[in-house]
């Protein structure tokens, strides 16, 4: 059987796992503040992080890049608190933003979240509290007591209510034996009195507890301490105890540390206010557990052997969770079903094990319980027997029974029955259950006392139930509804509802606990009682979508009472969803109310409430009430609805209307036609109305065929009316004013002829004209909107209607009078009335129609007299003028002058009708109104050139002129003859002559234009020297007769020579150009021509001779350039004395290499401009000719000369001399020492680059100086490349490339002492050690390993194969898997045995220990054990068993066996233990079995069992011993007869008949000696009585004698003892004195009050945060500094 313990152990994490540093793990770097979030503090590489673990979610921890001297997470969120120096910050991880910040004036040495909200902050001399709420800034609490100064601060603790707080501390202090002891100091402070008290103690919690008949909880002050004198536990109360209760009595208990804790003292405490006991650790990781009541030590084990340095309440337990040092996070907490039972039976304390089960519920004293019940019950003490009942866990005496037996007590008079004596105490301690409540109000509610049962129920103190609620509804029904609501008895708290009224909330609770009554039963009842509640909660019932009863039935219990009125509101509400499944019943609703009350169902069906019913059924109800507009509403047959329709008086016109847009066409018409068949004049207006609205759905042909069936043109007038504004149908306007016209409505007709649009003009007209009417006015407007006013006025005339024509014309459109003119003069009307009917109407009409109306009847005279009068009333209208011009032209009656002086006739319409009459009259008339085209076309016609010529001339029309001469016109010969002979001849105004020769020029006519021109200016006319005309005359020789031109250059003198000489070359006429300049000396335009032209340099340079002017040379000095002719062009250039082309001049002269010319041209130019490109090349052109003294004479005088740039030309033209030069002039030292590398002067290139000191020239020079075997200089310069890192590898190539091996290595080795010598020549040295001296490598990377490039140089000496170096750069560089793998690959040269087990403890990747141990196994097997007890820390021993029992080499690891058992590991034990038993060592089997547990119990056992040696046989005994397999144990023994190791077992299984078995055994054997020990060691197992009565069987009385002799002693002291126990407790309850709440040292001044320590100061005293700096020996790991 496994042993009891009273508390649960749970590993909830191992930190390590999640990736936190061992390092890292302790007191400054991990904070808990509690069970929900650690808090670590690391560096990764230079970066500093914050880890924060949420235990909930441990898979994922939350990093964050923070850097900080410390960090605490809130209790409860994720808000953090980070300090570094004095500033302090809060932020919200989940919200991202800061929520706090402050900077404090001293350091704070320890901080702490005392709740959820608030931080408690220590410093070297004061303790504040900083709250997150608001703005508030720390404020200050209390001041540090002097006691704690120096101390390590470790721990803040207030209680629930913050009114005490506790600052704690430890420090080092090194006794007089030299042993160091750890002190605890505490400051306990009291914000209420504001005073402190210093306290020796180093842990210590609050806690709430209640005693035993105190209304208020009392706060305690828990706290351990270690004193020299040993460890001791306080519980004790602070402050006054609360109004009434009693004061808590001080405990004080020691601490029990063992031999081999010498050193520990206690860390942590916390309290389980759960189970009320306190969790004590001490820093060698024991678990102390004490009742808080008592202060009794229940249990105490190590469960921890690394020190648990942090911790906090774990809530989920009501237990402690800590971290040690290994990174394990652990809790403890109590174990509820096995506590009990380990109190009473490891500890055999009942009294402990009864108050704990009784306080916290707890199992596991049932019988305890039951046994002291009785014993009080029989005892005759009712009162104590009944708090026993009333306190056992899970209430297992209070049951009928208890009861049952309470009742059988009879009273004594004049005392409280024992019954109510229980319940009393029952209902003092809390709630009484079913049986209880039922019995203890049967008799109040005998007695009438209600009250009493209404206080308890407020109270909570009786459990409800059914049977209770019964027995109180015969006295109060509202009380017992009260009860069945408790007990949840649906039914019968609905059937209460019902009785007391409150019918409202029967569906609420039915709905909120699940049950579905029998409502139409419960809506029977309400009816009887309260109609108007039934009608409220048949509402209710079908206020869901889903109604709660069948509606039809609801409707029939309303029926059953004739309640129509009630029943119809109830249908109304429960219908309102209008639902298709619920048809019938709004069929039911509309025909109760149909056949008694009608309006009321006129209302229902006027809302449309309902869709679902019978319509038809419904419409003829509704025809039989009366209601005749519903019925036409439901029916839908045409013989129902005829027959119904037709009564209009009794319907709603408006209704009635819109009623026919539900019906279809076809019975719209029908119903039409039935009404107005039935009575016409009564139904005419709603066949009118109804027509109107839906004419577009029926047609209105339809309708008005139905109208005219009936001939009721009157309906038909009023239909088509109301339409025919917004009809487009012909047929709908004539149907109309044929309509109006029948009916009289002429006015009406006259409407809509003169708006209508849509009419049939024609046959309107011809209407009209048949219908006779009294006025004509609608046929006048009709005809004369479409243009019919020719047979109107035929139609007027022939039926003597004359009037109406003056009408017409007067007042209807004064406009058509032409037309009716026209037609008047058709029907030969007289000549007087037409000039009367002119004359009335006044400049009302067109002049130009009446004139085409009458000139088309060739009776144009007609209206002179009337034209006369208009011109002499001052008529200014053009078509007046015209018809009089018309009039006189054809009277010739001076028509020229006429058309010559009026200005008001338009010229085109005159002139158009002269063309035939009189051509010289049509072209006055067009040149007065400059009709162009008109007038060219009328002369062309009729040859009038000479009036067309001198007309364009005057006209100066250039557009005008482009159309007469162009190509295409056969008169233009004709023309221009014209033009020449008389126009221009005639004319003495030059734009005339301008406008004519530039038509001539557009026209594209040279010849004609030569000769016109040479007409005017060749033949001294006034403009012969005319500019314009002179150049004109040029221009057009060149474009048309080139021999002209030289003769009209030397003629004329009067032209723009420029122009004219460039518009000549551009005609390739360039003897004429070059004559024109040197006509008029622009000399380089001259030389120019010849230049580019001619293309004769001869002629050029004779020319520039003659002229001798500098731009000339210039020009000259170009051309010979570009043709090659450098010399000649310098010469030409000098002549000049130009030197602005010097960058072209140097350019050719460079090419054709003409330097010495090119010397004296830049001589030349130097003296005109001092450029720095013209002295630039003069340097290059002495270097160039080899005139280095000339050079150095010039450069070492004033110049602006590039010399760099010159320099650097002359070095890449290999003139490696004049670059000497050069460069040393400007202290170039750079190129300087590469020309002299050129040069072969070595020595002095190394001195140039060292005055240079540039990496490129070093590298120049080094590489020069290595081609020619200069070794010496070029590591002079390789010492200056090799110490920038970029250069390195490029000198190595180089070397390499060469095979100068030794070389390279020489130059590197000698820059090792280099200041600047950096790790790439560390590097490469190594590499190149590995390639040519790998005797040398070792002994650099020993010297140098810390400053080489370790990855590249594993790679040279990985590809070497030089393994022991390899491998001692793995180390170096950290890659300790590397580094195994390699020495277990190439173990003679790598391997060495110190320097493997050094190296394979610190491997990532645990896999190398098992290749590790195999590789042992095969090279060095006898070593193994020694890499074992190396591996030992990280190795997983199970597996590595597993491998030695694989390979058979269990023998071999015996001592590593041996060595790491200590672990109790499952596979070690048993490995081990197999062992022992093939080597027969029993001696070492049974010290292994007893100090390590973890195997197979019952396999080795039984194995042992068949062993051959007795020894081990017994071992297997034993082994059954530890498993509670007692039997098989004592039957081993029994079987080798081992007869004291059987009666040692029998008696430790504290089984009787196992003892009693083994004593029957004994008498078998007669082994009476072996009998008598029984009776001894298994004494308390033995029954008297059965002991007895063997012995007097077997007739060994004398055997048992002693043993009976003990039973009755025993029996005997029971019996005194008892009495003794019971007059004791008799005085102490007589005695209700309270004792002195005291310690064994003077009391606390806060417990005594202020009054009791006078010298105390009332001032504050405060603590600090972190550790003291600096260490001491023995100092406690995890709380002081490192």
Same mark, same amino acid.
């Given at each position: 059987?496994?042993?009891?313990?009273?508390?649960?152990?749970?590993?909830?994490?191992?930190?390590?796992?999640?990736?936190?540093?061992?390092?890292?793990?302790?007191?400054?770097?991990?904070?808990?503040?509690?069970?929900?979030?650690?808090?670590?503090?690391?560096?990764?590489?230079?970066?500093?992080?914050?880890?924060?673990?949420?235990?909930?979610?441990?898979?994922?921890?939350?990093?964050?890049?923070?850097?900080?001297?410390?960090?605490?997470?809130?209790?409860?969120?994720?808000?953090?608190?980070?300090?570094?120096?004095?500033?302090?910050?809060?932020?919200?991880?989940?919200?991202?933003?800061?929520?706090?910040?402050?900077?404090?004036?001293?350091?704070?040495?320890?901080?702490?979240?005392?709740?959820?909200?608030?931080?408690?902050?220590?410093?070297?001399?004061?303790?504040?509290?900083?709250?997150?709420?608001?703005?508030?800034?720390?404020?200050?609490?209390?001041?540090?007591?002097?006691?704690?100064?120096?101390?390590?601060?470790?721990?803040?603790?207030?209680?629930?209510?913050?009114?005490?707080?506790?600052?704690?501390?430890?420090?080092?202090?090194?006794?007089?034996?030299?042993?160091?002891?750890?002190?605890?100091?505490?400051?306990?402070?009291?914000?209420?009195?504001?005073?402190?008290?210093?306290?020796?103690?180093?842990?210590?919690?609050?806690?709430?507890?209640?005693?035993?008949?105190?209304?208020?909880?009392?706060?305690?002050?828990?706290?351990?301490?270690?004193?020299?004198?040993?460890?001791?536990?306080?519980?004790?109360?602070?402050?006054?105890?609360?109004?009434?209760?009693?004061?808590?009595?001080?405990?004080?208990?020691?601490?029990?540390?063992?031999?081999?804790?010498? /050193?520990?003292?206690?860390?942590?405490?916390?309290?389980?206010?759960?189970?009320?006991?306190?969790?004590? @650790?001490?820093?060698?990781?024991?678990?102390?557990?004490?009742?808080?009541?008592?202060?009794?030590?229940?249990?105490?084990?190590?469960?921890?052997?690394?020190?648990?340095?942090?911790?906090?309440?774990?809530?989920?337990?009501?237990?402690?969770?800590?971290?040690?040092?290994?990174?394990?996070?652990?809790?403890?907490?109590?174990?509820?079903?096995?506590?009990?039972?380990?109190?009473?039976?490891?500890?055999?304390?009942?009294?402990?094990?009864?108050?704990?089960?009784?306080?916290?519920?707890?199992?596991?004293?049932?019988?305890?319980?039951?046994?002291?019940?009785?014993?009080?019950?029989?005892?005759?003490?009712?009162?104590?027997?009944?708090?026993?009942?009333?306190?056992?866990?899970?209430?297992?005496?209070?049951?009928?029974?208890?009861?049952?037996?309470?009742?059988?007590? $009879?009273?004594?008079?004049?005392?409280?029955?024992?019954?109510?004596?229980? &319940?009393?105490?029952?209902?003092?301690?809390?709630?009484?259950?079913?049986?209880?409540?039922?019995?203890?109000?049967?008799?109040?509610?005998?007695?009438?006392?209600?009250? =009493?049962?209404?206080?308890?129920?407020?109270?909570?103190?009786?459990?409800?139930?059914?049977?209770?609620?019964?027995?109180?509804?015969?006295?109060?029904?509202?009380?017992?509804?009260?009860?069945?609501?408790?007990?949840?008895?649906?039914?019968?708290?609905?059937?209460?509802?019902?009785?007391?009224?409150?019918?409202?909330?029967?569906?609420?609770?039915?709905?909120?606990?699940?049950?579905?009554?029998?409502?139409?039963?419960?809506?029977?009842?309400?009816?009887?009682?309260?109609?108007?509640?039934?009608?409220?909660?048949?509402?209710?019932?079908?206020?869901?979508?889903?109604?709660?009863?069948?509606?039809?039935?609801?409707?029939?219990?309303?029926?059953?009472?004739?309640?129509?009125?009630?029943?119809?509101?109830?249908?109304?509400?429960?219908?309102?969803?209008?639902? $298709?499944?619920?048809?019938?019943?709004?069929?039911?609703?509309?025909?109760?109310?149909?056949?008694?009350?009608?309006?009321?169902?006129?209302?229902?069906?006027?809302?449309?409430?309902?869709?679902?019913?019978? %319509?038809?059924?419904?419409?003829?109800?509704?025809?039989? #009430?009366? *209601?005749?507009?519903?019925?036409?509403?439901?029916?839908?047959?045409?013989?129902?609805?005829?027959?119904?329709?037709?009564?209009?008086?009794?319907?709603? $016109?408006?209704?009635?209307?819109?009623?026919?847009?539900?019906?279809?066409?076809?019975?719209?018409?029908?119903?039409?036609?039935?009404?107005?068949?039935?009575?016409?004049?009564?139904?005419?207006?709603?066949?009118?109305?109804?027509?109107?609205?839906?004419?577009?759905?029926?047609?209105?042909?339809?309708?008005?065929?139905?109208?005219?069936?009936?001939?009721?043109?009157?309906?038909?007038?009023?239909?088509?009316?109301?339409?025919?504004?917004?009809?487009?149908?012909?047929? +709908?306007?004539?149907?109309?004013?044929?309509?109006?016209?029948?009916?009289?409505?002429?006015?009406?007709?006259?409407?809509?002829?003169?708006?209508? /649009?849509?009419?049939?003009?024609?046959?309107?007209?011809?209407?009209?004209?048949?219908?006779?009417?009294?006025?004509?006015?609608?046929?006048?407007? +009709?005809?004369?909107?479409?243009?019919?006013?020719?047979?109107?006025?035929?139609?007027?005339?022939?039926?003597?209607?004359?009037?109406? @024509?003056?009408?017409?014309?007067?007042?209807?459109?004064?406009?058509?009078?032409?037309?009716?003119?026209?037609?008047?003069?058709?029907?030969?009307?007289?000549?007087?009335?037409?000039?009367?009917?002119?004359?009335?109407?006044?400049?009302?009409?067109?002049?130009?129609?009446?004139?085409?109306?009458?000139?088309? %009847?060739?009776?144009?005279?007609?209206?002179?007299?009337?034209?006369?009068?208009?011109?002499?009333?001052?008529?200014?209208?053009?078509?007046?003028?015209?018809?009089?011009?018309?009039?006189?032209?054809?009277?010739?009656?001076?028509?020229?002058?006429?058309?010559?002086?009026?200005?008001?006739?338009?010229?085109?319409?005159?002139?158009?009708?002269?063309?035939?009459?009189?051509?010289?009259?049509?072209?006055?008339?067009?040149?007065?109104?400059?009709?162009?085209?008109?007038?060219?076309?009328?002369?062309?016609?009729?040859?009038?050139?000479?009036?067309?010529?001198?007309?364009?001339? %005057?006209?100066?029309?250039?557009?005008?002129?482009?159309?007469?001469?162009?190509?295409?016109?056969?008169?233009?010969?004709?023309?221009?003859?014209?033009?020449?002979?008389?126009? *221009?001849?005639?004319?003495?105004?030059?734009?005339?002559?301008?406008?004519?020769?530039?038509?001539?020029?557009?026209?594209?006519? $040279?010849?004609?234009?030569?000769?016109?021109?040479?007409?005017?200016?060749?033949?001294?006319?006034?403009?012969?020297?005319?500019?314009?005309?002179?150049?004109?005359?040029?221009?057009?020789?060149?474009?048309?007769?080139?021999?002209?031109?030289?003769?009209?250059?030397?003629?004329?003198?009067?032209?723009?020579?420029?122009?004219?000489?460039?518009?000549?070359?551009?005609?390739?006429?360039?003897?004429?150009?070059?004559?024109?300049?040197?006509?008029?000396?622009?000399?380089?335009?001259?030389?120019?021509?010849? @230049?580019?032209?001619?293309?004769?340099?001869?002629?050029?340079?004779?020319?520039?001779?003659?002229?001798?002017?500098?731009?000339?040379?210039?020009?000259?000095?170009?051309?010979?350039?570009?043709?090659?002719?450098?010399?000649?062009?310098?010469?030409?250039?000098?002549?000049?004395?130009?030197?602005?082309?010097?960058?072209?001049?140097?350019? +050719?002269?460079?090419?054709?290499?003409?330097?010495?010319?090119?010397?004296?041209?830049?001589?030349?130019?130097?003296?005109?401009?001092?450029?720095?490109?013209?002295?630039?090349?003069?340097?290059?052109?002495? #270097?160039?000719?080899?005139?280095?003294?000339?050079?150095?004479?010039?450069?070492?005088?004033?110049?602006?000369?590039?010399?760099?740039?010159?320099?650097?030309?002359?070095?890449?033209?290999?003139?490696?001399?004049?670059?000497?030069?050069?460069?040393?002039?400007?202290?170039?030292?750079?190129?300087?020492?590469?020309?002299?590398?050129?040069?072969?002067?070595?020595?002095? !290139?190394?001195?140039?680059?060292?005055?240079?000191?540039?990496?490129?020239?070093?590298?120049?020079?080094?590489?020069?100086?290595?081609?020619?075997?200069?070794?010496?200089?070029?590591?002079?310069?390789?010492?200056?490349?090799?110490?920038?890192?970029?250069?390195?590898?490029?000198?190595?190539?180089?070397?390499?490339?060469?095979?100068? &091996?030794?070389? =390279?290595?020489?130059?590197?080795?000698?820059?090792?002492?280099?200041?600047?010598?950096?790790?790439?020549?560390?590097?490469?040295?190594?590499?190149?050690?590995?390639?040519?001296?790998?005797?040398?490598?070792?002994?650099?990377?020993?010297?140098?390993?810390?400053?080489?490039?370790?990855?590249?140089?594993?790679?040279?000496?990985?590809?070497?194969?030089?393994?022991?170096?390899?491998?001692?750069?793995?180390?170096?560089?950290?890659?300790?898997?590397?580094?195994?793998?390699?020495?277990?690959?190439?173990?003679?040269?790598?391997?060495?045995?110190?320097?493997?087990?050094?190296?394979?403890?610190?491997?990532?990747?645990?896999?190398?220990?098992?290749? #590790?141990?195999? &590789?042992?196994?095969?090279?060095?097997?006898?070593?193994?054990?020694?890499?074992?007890?190396?591996?030992?820390?990280?190795?997983?021993?199970?597996?590595?068993?597993?491998?030695?029992?694989?390979?058979?080499?269990?023998?071999?690891?015996?001592?590593?066996?041996?060595?790491?058992?200590?672990?109790?590991?499952?596979?070690?034990?048993?490995?081990?233990?197999?062992?022992?038993?093939?080597?027969?060592?029993?001696?070492?089997? %049974?010290?292994?079995?007893?100090?390590?547990? /973890?195997?197979? /119990?019952?396999?080795?056992?039984?194995?042992?069992?068949?062993?051959?040696?007795?020894?081990?046989?017994?071992?297997?005994?034993?082994?059954?011993?530890?498993?509670?397999?007692?039997?098989?144990?004592?039957?081993?023994?029994?079987?080798?007869?081992?007869?004291?190791?059987?009666?040692?077992? !029998?008696?430790?299984?504290?089984?009787?008949?196992?003892?009693?078995?083994?004593?029957?055994?004994?008498?078998?054997?007669?082994?009476?000696?072996?009998?008598?020990?029984?009776? &001894?060691?298994?004494?308390?197992?033995?029954?008297?009585?059965?002991?007895?009565?063997?012995?007097?069987?077997?007739?060994?009385?004398?055997?048992?004698?002693?043993?009976?002799?003990?039973?009755?002693?025993?029996?005997?002291?029971?019996?005194?003892?008892?009495?003794?126990?019971?007059?004791?407790?008799?005085?102490?309850?007589?005695?209700?004195?309270?004792?002195?709440?005291?310690?064994?040292?003077?009391?606390?001044?806060?417990?005594?009050?202020?009054?009791?320590?006078?010298?105390?100061?009332?001032?504050?005293?405060?603590?600090?945060?972190?550790?003291?700096?600096?260490?001491?020996?023995?100092?406690?790991?995890?709380?002081?500094?490192?």
């Amino acid at each position: 059987m496994a042993q009891i313990l009273p508390i649960q152990f749970q590993e909830h994490l191992q930190l390590q796992n999640v990736g936190i540093n061992a390092a890292n793990i302790g007191f400054s770097t991990l904070t808990m503040e509690s069970d929900k979030f650690i808090c670590i503090r690391e560096k990764v590489g230079e970066t500093a992080q914050v880890v924060i673990i949420d235990l909930s979610d441990t898979t994922n921890p939350i990093r964050r890049p923070i850097s900080a001297d410390s960090a605490i997470m809130n209790p409860a969120s994720k808000v953090i608190a980070l300090k570094a120096g004095k500033t302090l910050q809060i932020f919200n991880i989940e919200m991202k933003s800061k929520v706090k910040a402050h900077n404090m004036t001293e350091e704070v040495q320890f901080w702490k979240w005392i709740s959820v909200n608030t931080v408690a902050l220590v410093t070297d001399t004061a303790c504040y509290h900083w709250s997150m709420e608001g703005d508030s800034q720390p404020q200050k609490v209390f001041e540090r007591h002097s006691s704690l100064a120096g101390c390590q601060i470790i721990h803040y603790r207030t209680d629930v209510k913050q009114q005490w707080l506790l600052l704690i501390g430890i420090s080092a202090q090194v006794g007089d034996t030299q042993t160091n002891r750890v002190v605890g100091a505490m400051q306990l402070y009291s914000v209420e009195r504001k005073v402190s008290q210093p306290i020796e103690g180093h842990a210590a919690a609050f806690a709430q507890f209640t005693i035993p008949g105190n209304a208020s909880p009392s706060t305690l002050f828990c706290f351990a301490v270690r004193g020299a004198q040993g460890g001791k536990l306080h519980v004790i109360e602070v402050g006054q105890p609360a109004q009434g209760n009693q004061p808590f009595p001080k405990k004080a208990t020691d601490v029990f540390f063992p031999p081999e804790a010498q /050193n520990d003292f206690p860390v942590a405490m916390q309290v389980g206010q759960k189970y009320d006991v306190i969790y004590l @650790i001490t820093k060698y990781g024991y678990i102390h557990l004490y009742d808080i009541e008592t202060a009794t030590c229940i249990y105490m084990n190590r469960i921890s052997g690394d020190t648990i340095f942090v911790t906090a309440p774990h809530d989920a337990s009501s237990g402690i969770i800590g971290v040690n040092r290994k990174g394990q996070v652990l809790s403890v907490s109590v174990e509820e079903d096995s506590i009990v039972q380990y109190i009473t039976t490891t500890l055999q304390n009942p009294d402990l094990a009864l108050r704990i089960a009784s306080r916290n519920n707890l199992p596991g004293a049932e019988e305890l319980f039951v046994r002291k019940f009785n014993t009080l019950f029989q005892g005759g003490q009712y009162s104590e027997a009944a708090k026993v009942a009333a306190g056992a866990p899970k209430g297992i005496l209070r049951t009928p029974q208890t009861i049952q037996r309470f009742q059988q007590v $009879p009273a004594q008079q004049g005392q409280t029955s024992p019954l109510l004596q229980y &319940f009393g105490i029952l209902l003092d301690q809390g709630q009484l259950n079913k049986y209880e409540s039922l019995e203890l109000c049967r008799p109040v509610l005998q007695q009438g006392r209600k009250q =009493l049962l209404e206080k308890w129920l407020k109270e909570d103190k009786l459990e409800c139930s059914e049977e209770l609620g019964d027995l109180v509804k015969v006295v109060d029904p509202t009380l017992a509804l009260s009860v069945y609501l408790r007990a949840n008895v649906p039914s019968k708290v609905i059937q209460c509802f019902a009785e007391t009224g409150q019918t409202q909330k029967i569906v609420l609770y039915a709905k909120k606990v699940g049950y579905t009554p029998d409502y139409i039963f419960l809506l029977r009842s309400i009816m009887r009682i309260n109609p108007d509640q039934g009608t409220q909660f048949a509402q209710m019932l079908v206020k869901d979508d889903e109604p709660l009863a069948d509606i039809n039935q609801i409707v029939d219990v309303f029926m059953e009472s004739n309640m129509v009125q009630q029943c119809t509101a109830f249908l109304l509400e429960a219908l309102s969803k209008n639902r $298709p499944q619920e048809g019938p019943l709004q069929t039911r609703l509309l025909e109760m109310n149909l056949m008694y009350a009608p309006q009321v169902a006129d209302a229902i069906l006027g809302n449309q409430m309902f869709t679902h019913y019978d %319509r038809a059924h419904i419409a003829q109800l509704c025809e039989k #009430a009366g *209601l005749l507009q519903r019925a036409l509403e439901h029916y839908t047959d045409l013989y129902d609805i005829k027959r119904a329709v037709v009564h209009t008086h009794l319907l709603n $016109p408006e209704w009635l209307v819109n009623y026919f847009g539900s019906l279809s066409v076809e019975d719209s018409l029908e119903c039409i036609k039935a009404m107005l068949q039935s009575n016409i004049r009564q139904n005419l207006q709603v066949c009118v109305q109804i027509a109107t609205k839906y004419h577009e759905q029926l047609t209105t042909q339809a309708l008005i065929e139905i109208f005219e069936s009936f001939k009721s043109f009157e309906g038909l007038f009023y239909f088509l009316g109301s339409i025919v504004n917004f009809s487009q149908d012909a047929e +709908v306007h004539f149907k109309y004013i044929q309509a109006a016209c029948k009916t009289g409505q002429i006015k009406e007709v006259e409407r809509i002829c003169r708006e209508s /649009n849509c009419y049939n003009p024609e046959r309107v007209k011809n209407f009209l004209k048949e219908a006779k009417l009294t006025d004509q006015l609608p046929l006048i407007i +009709v005809c004369d909107r479409f243009d019919y006013v020719h047979d109107l006025v035929l139609y007027l005339y022939r039926n003597n209607l004359q009037k109406y @024509i003056e009408i017409y014309v007067q007042k209807v459109n004064p406009s058509r009078l032409p037309v009716v003119v026209g037609g008047l003069l058709d029907v030969d009307c007289g000549e007087d009335a037409i000039k009367q009917l002119i004359l009335v109407i006044r400049g009302q009409f067109s002049t130009d129609e009446l004139v085409a109306e009458v000139e088309k %009847r060739n009776r144009l005279k007609l209206l002179l007299p009337w034209l006369e009068m208009r011109i002499h009333e001052g008529s200014v209208e053009p078509a007046t003028h015209n018809a009089l011009a018309k009039i006189y032209i054809d009277s010739n009656n001076n028509p020229e002058r006429f058309l010559r002086e009026n200005q008001y006739y338009d010229s085109k319409v005159v002139g158009k009708y002269c063309e035939k009459r009189d051509p010289h009259l049509a072209c006055v008339a067009y040149e007065r109104g400059h009709c162009d085209f008109e007038l060219i076309n009328v002369c062309n016609e009729n040859s009038l050139f000479k009036s067309e010529a001198r007309y364009l001339v %005057r006209r100066r029309d250039a557009e005008l002129w482009a159309h007469v001469l162009q190509e295409d016109n056969e008169y233009r010969s004709q023309l221009i003859d014209q033009v020449v002979q008389t126009a *221009l001849s005639e004319t003495q105004d030059p734009e005339d002559i301008s406008v004519t020769v530039k038509a001539f020029m557009t026209a594209d006519l $040279p010849n004609e234009l030569i000769e016109l021109l040479e007409k005017i200016v060749l033949d001294n006319s006034m403009f012969s020297d005319h500019r314009n005309l002179q150049n004109l005359l040029i221009l057009t020789a060149i474009k048309a007769d080139r021999t002209r031109v030289m003769e009209y250059i030397n003629r004329l003198d009067n032209y723009d020579a420029p122009d004219i000489a460039n518009i000549a070359i551009s005609s390739e006429l360039y003897e004429e150009a070059f004559a024109i300049f040197r006509k008029f000396e622009v000399n380089t335009s001259a030389i120019q021509v010849l @230049i580019d032209h001619i293309n004769n340099l001869d002629r050029a340079y004779e020319f520039a001779e003659k002229c001798n002017e500098p731009a000339v040379w210039s020009q000259l000095a170009r051309a010979q350039l570009s043709n090659g002719m450098v010399k000649e062009a310098i010469d030409s250039y000098i002549k000049a004395d130009d030197p602005s082309q010097y960058m072209e001049v140097v350019n +050719v002269a460079s090419k054709s290499n003409n330097w010495e010319d090119l010397v004296k041209y830049l001589q030349m130019a130097r003296k005109k401009a001092r450029e720095t490109f013209i002295e630039t090349e003069l340097v290059f052109a002495y #270097a160039m000719t080899n005139r280095l003294a000339d050079l150095e004479e010039f450069i070492s005088g004033p110049n602006h000369a590039a010399i760099t740039q010159v320099a650097d030309r002359c070095f890449d033209n290999k003139m490696y001399e004049a670059a000497k030069l050069l460069y040393n002039n400007v202290s170039n030292f750079a190129r300087l020492a590469i020309t002299l590398v050129h040069l072969g002067e070595y020595q002095g !290139a190394v001195d140039s680059a060292r005055k240079a000191n540039s990496t490129k020239t070093w590298k120049e020079v080094c590489f020069a100086c290595v081609d020619n075997e200069e070794f010496r200089l070029a590591q002079m310069c390789g010492l200056h490349i090799v110490v920038h890192a970029d250069e390195l590898e490029e000198l190595i190539n180089y070397y390499q490339d060469r095979g100068y &091996f030794e070389e =390279l290595i020489s130059l590197l080795e000698a820059a090792l002492g280099l200041e600047r010598a950096h790790m790439g020549i560390f590097t490469e040295l190594a590499i190149l050690y590995s390639k040519y001296k790998p005797g040398k490598m070792r002994e650099h990377l020993e010297l140098f390993w810390s400053r080489v490039n370790i990855p590249k140089v594993l790679r040279a000496a990985d590809q070497a194969h030089l393994w022991a170096e390899l491998v001692f750069l793995y180390d170096k560089y950290e890659e300790f898997d590397n580094a195994i793998i390699t020495m277990m690959n190439h173990p003679t040269d790598a391997w060495k045995e110190s320097h493997f087990k050094d190296v394979v403890t610190k491997v990532a990747n645990i896999e190398l220990y098992y290749k #590790a141990l195999q &590789f042992y196994l095969d090279y060095k097997p006898l070593l193994l054990n020694d890499l074992l007890l190396v591996l030992t820390p990280r190795m997983d021993h199970t597996r590595a068993v597993t491998f030695f029992r694989k390979v058979g080499q269990i023998p071999l690891v015996k001592p590593y066996l041996r060595a790491v058992q200590n672990n109790n590991n499952k596979a070690i034990n048993e490995a081990l233990n197999n062992l022992l038993i093939e080597e027969e060592d029993y001696q070492g089997l %049974r010290a292994s079995i007893d100090a390590f547990d /973890n195997f197979d /119990n019952i396999a080795l056992a039984q194995r042992l069992e068949k062993h051959e040696l007795i020894e081990f046989r017994r071992i297997g005994a034993y082994l059954y011993k530890g498993n509670n397999r007692w039997k098989q144990s004592v039957d081993l023994c029994k079987k080798d007869r081992l007869f004291k190791d059987a009666m040692l077992y !029998a008696s430790e299984s504290r089984n009787i008949d196992i003892a009693e078995e083994l004593i029957a055994w004994f008498l078998e054997d007669k082994n009476y000696e072996c009998f008598a020990a029984s009776l &001894f060691q298994c004494y308390d197992l033995l029954r008297p009585d059965v002991i007895l009565e063997l012995s007097w069987r077997h007739n060994i009385m004398d055997f048992a004698m002693p043993y009976m002799i003990q039973v009755m002693r025993e029996y005997t002291s029971k019996v005194d003892k008892l009495e003794q126990s019971d007059a004791v407790r008799s005085e102490e309850e007589q005695k209700a004195t309270d004792k002195p709440l005291v310690f064994s040292e003077p009391q606390l001044m806060l417990t005594a009050g202020p009054s009791s320590m006078p010298g105390m100061p009332g001032q504050m005293y405060g603590p600090g945060m972190y550790p003291v700096q600096g260490s001491y020996p023995g100092a406690m790991p995890g709380y002081m500094p490192m």
